[in-house]
């Protein structure tokens, strides 16, 4: 009889989904792919939103195709999502709509809204959430200021991966890590913040009760199990905000001072800490304290990462150009460096649409040369995000009072050598690159810590460490990198 344990973990990011079977043998944990598809939310009369029921079809798929691949014999499901998102549910356990997409425009001008009924600085010293436009509780905030009709039939909220995990058993649960995102849960005490909902007209029954990382939410539903001919096994809360799971996967033994950045479309830059960071300079840096497994905060910065060279490749290739991302690569290493700039968690990249363009009208306005051809685009986006992460640990040393010794990378992000060479050079740190499966890495973890196959966190980063490869970046050219940061600095009006 064998001794390995197999677990089917749910990784959703903002453009592709997959199911992924880990298998555990007590010492390392690999990986196989059973089924992998795309994301594609949907434009229509103008709202943004995700198509939720389409992606629960292929998380019945991956499970389909795990048994009919013969590992019937997997023992736990854990899924885990993108963040802020949500979905309401009638009296009736009916979804009401398809969820908004977050980068909706619907919550514009809800961040000033929310500034004058509670004030920015009571809402951060009570959450530490960073300010983001799409946080559930600009969300919400608008869907009661444009008196959403929803809001009058619903009866509880569920975030993404909560509502993935309703539909497979039933059970009404808010995840920990998933539920920090929204900018509702007081940072203190890690519930709900009834206050801060009665201040902005949120209705707090609408919130479940809060279950945490490695917490069974319940067994998969009668009706999948005989839809799917699958076996009755349970569905663990894992951490199931991507980048909760992304950081548990980080390859390290402890000893030294490190920042962590779960990279993708997003760039999340951030630190481990046992308690939430909530002070005058956290509050000036806009940085964020999130839930994260093993009751950890993500203290951490959210940066726009790969998003802008993402929308550029998809702009292009509605133009009749469809650029692989090596092509682009090797089109921005060929370019000159340094020439132009961008901020890239300015407003005008926020949203999906045109981005060469956009970032040509910012270096115009800006007064810098203005990128014309595919490298010179690709160049100024990746030195630019690489800047900002620069940028970001400045500021988290500074509000840390301490230095941080090297930076692991995790995600699919790393495997754009360019941007973590550029991470490297641009921090002046050597980087740690792998997993490259991070998130679902993960998730995993968590699902064997919950069946008692591992005992800790730090067990769990051991097997990582134990299972993947890394890579390592070292900067070069540090007096030209200076030189170029106080350009950026000076460009996009970040310089004190």
Same mark, same amino acid.
């Given at each position: 009889?064998? *001794?390995?344990?197999?677990?089917?973990?749910?990784?959703?990011?903002?453009?592709?989904?997959?199911?992924?079977?880990?298998?555990?043998?007590?010492?390392?944990?690999?990986? $196989? $792919?059973?089924?992998?598809?795309?994301?594609?939310?949907?434009?229509?009369?103008?709202?943004?939103?995700?198509?939720?029921?389409?992606?629960?079809? /292929?998380?019945?798929?991956?499970?389909?195709?795990?048994? *009919?691949?013969?590992?019937?014999?997997?023992?736990?499901?854990?899924?885990?999502?993108?963040?802020?998102?949500?979905?309401?549910?009638?009296?009736?356990?009916?979804?009401?709509?398809?969820?908004?997409?977050?980068?909706?425009?619907?919550?514009?001008?809800?961040?000033?809204?929310? @500034?004058?009924?509670? &004030?920015?600085?009571?809402?951060?010293?009570?959450?530490?959430?960073?300010?983001?436009?799409?946080?559930?509780?600009?969300?919400?905030?608008?869907?009661?200021?444009?008196?959403?009709?929803?809001?009058?039939?619903?009866?509880?909220?569920?975030?993404?991966?909560?509502?993935?995990?309703?539909?497979?058993?039933?059970?009404?649960?808010?995840?920990?890590?998933?539920?920090?995102?929204?900018?509702?849960?007081?940072?203190?005490?890690?519930?709900? @913040?009834?206050?801060?909902?009665?201040?902005?007209?949120?209705?707090?029954?609408?919130?479940?009760?809060?279950?945490?990382?490695?917490? %069974?939410?319940?067994?998969?539903?009668?009706?999948?199990? #005989? /839809?799917?001919?699958?076996?009755?096994?349970?569905?663990? =809360?894992?951490?199931?905000?991507?980048?909760?799971?992304?950081?548990?996967?980080?390859?390290?033994?402890?000893?030294?001072?490190?920042?962590?950045?779960?990279?993708?479309?997003? +760039?999340?830059? &951030?630190? $481990?800490?046992?308690?939430?960071?909530?002070? @005058?300079?956290?509050?000036?840096?806009?940085?964020?304290?999130?839930?994260?497994?093993?009751?950890?905060?993500?203290?951490?910065? *959210?940066?726009?990462?790969?998003?802008?060279?993402?929308?550029?490749?998809?702009?292009?290739?509605? #133009?009749?150009?469809?650029?692989?991302?090596?092509?682009? /690569?090797?089109?921005?290493?060929?370019?000159?460096?340094?020439?132009?700039?961008?901020?890239?968690?300015?407003? +005008?990249?926020?949203?999906?649409?045109?981005?060469?363009?956009?970032?040509?009208?910012?270096?115009?306005?800006?007064?810098?040369?203005?990128?014309?051809?595919?490298?010179?685009?690709?160049?100024? =986006?990746?030195?630019?995000?690489?800047?900002?992460?620069?940028?970001?640990?400045?500021?988290? #040393?500074?509000?840390?009072?301490?230095?941080?010794?090297?930076?692991?990378?995790?995600?699919?992000?790393?495997?754009?050598?360019?941007?973590?060479?550029?991470?490297?050079?641009? %921090?002046?740190?050597?980087?740690?690159?792998?997993?490259? /499966?991070?998130?679902?890495?993960?998730?995993?973890?968590?699902?064997?810590?919950?069946?008692?196959?591992?005992?800790?966190?730090?067990?769990?980063?051991?097997?990582?460490?134990?299972?993947?490869?890394?890579?390592?970046?070292?900067?070069?050219?540090?007096?030209?990198?200076? $030189?170029?940061?106080?350009?950026?600095?000076?460009?996009?009006?970040?310089?004190?």
């Amino acid at each position: 009889m064998s *001794n390995k344990s197999k677990v089917l973990a749910f990784d959703f990011g903002a453009s592709s989904g997959r199911a992924l079977l880990f298998t555990f043998d007590g010492e390392k944990i690999s990986m $196989e $792919e059973m089924h992998r598809f795309s994301n594609d939310p949907v434009m229509i009369s103008g709202s943004y939103r995700w198509d939720i029921m389409r992606l629960f079809f /292929e998380i019945k798929q991956g499970i389909l195709n795990t048994i *009919n691949n013969g590992h019937k014999d997997f023992e736990a499901i854990g899924i885990d999502t993108w963040g802020v998102d949500f979905g309401l549910l009638d009296k009736n356990g009916q979804l009401i709509a398809n969820p908004y997409h977050y980068r909706d425009e619907r919550t514009n001008g809800m961040i000033e809204e929310a @500034d004058k009924m509670a &004030g920015k600085k009571y809402i951060f010293d009570r959450t530490g959430i960073q300010f983001n436009f799409f946080n559930t509780i600009f969300q919400m905030l608008a869907m009661v200021k444009n008196d959403d009709p929803s809001l009058k039939i619903a009866d509880k909220l569920l975030f993404t991966p909560d509502l993935f995990n309703y539909f497979l058993t039933g059970e009404k649960r808010n995840e920990y890590t998933i539920a920090s995102t929204s900018q509702l849960i007081n940072a203190h005490t890690k519930d709900w @913040d009834d206050e801060l909902m009665s201040k902005l007209g949120i209705d707090r029954n609408l919130f479940c009760d809060i279950i945490k990382p490695g917490e %069974t939410i319940g067994m998969l539903s009668d009706e999948i199990c #005989e /839809e799917l001919g699958c076996p009755k096994v349970p569905v663990i =809360a894992v951490g199931s905000h991507d980048t909760a799971s992304a950081v548990a996967s980080v390859p390290t033994a402890g000893g030294y001072d490190y920042a962590y950045i779960s990279t993708g479309t997003w +760039a999340l830059l &951030g630190v $481990e800490s046992d308690e939430p960071i909530i002070s @005058d300079k956290s509050f000036a840096y806009d940085f964020t304290n999130e839930g994260g497994v093993g009751d950890k905060i993500r203290f951490l910065k *959210n940066i726009m990462g790969l998003w802008i060279i993402q929308e550029s490749r998809r702009q292009w290739k509605r #133009e009749g150009k469809d650029f692989s991302f090596d092509a682009l /690569e090797k089109a921005a290493w060929d370019v000159q460096p340094f020439e132009s700039f961008i901020n890239p968690d300015d407003d +005008a990249f926020a949203t999906p649409g045109n981005m060469p363009k956009r970032i040509r009208s910012y270096c115009e306005k800006t007064g810098q040369k203005v990128p014309q051809t595919e490298g010179e685009i690709i160049r100024c =986006a990746a030195q630019s995000i690489a800047m900002k992460c620069a940028y970001a640990v400045k500021g988290m #040393e500074d509000t840390l009072g301490k230095k941080l010794d090297l930076i692991h990378m995790v995600g699919g992000g790393i495997k754009d050598t360019m941007v973590c060479t550029l991470i490297s050079c641009a %921090t002046g740190k050597k980087v740690i690159a792998g997993p490259v /499966e991070a998130t679902g890495t993960g998730n995993a973890l968590m699902q064997l810590t919950s069946l008692g196959k591992i005992k800790s966190l730090s067990e769990a980063r051991k097997v990582v460490i134990n299972s993947f490869d890394t890579k390592e970046y070292n900067p070069t050219e540090q007096d030209k990198w200076a $030189e170029a940061y106080d350009k950026f600095l000076t460009v996009t009006g970040l310089k004190k």
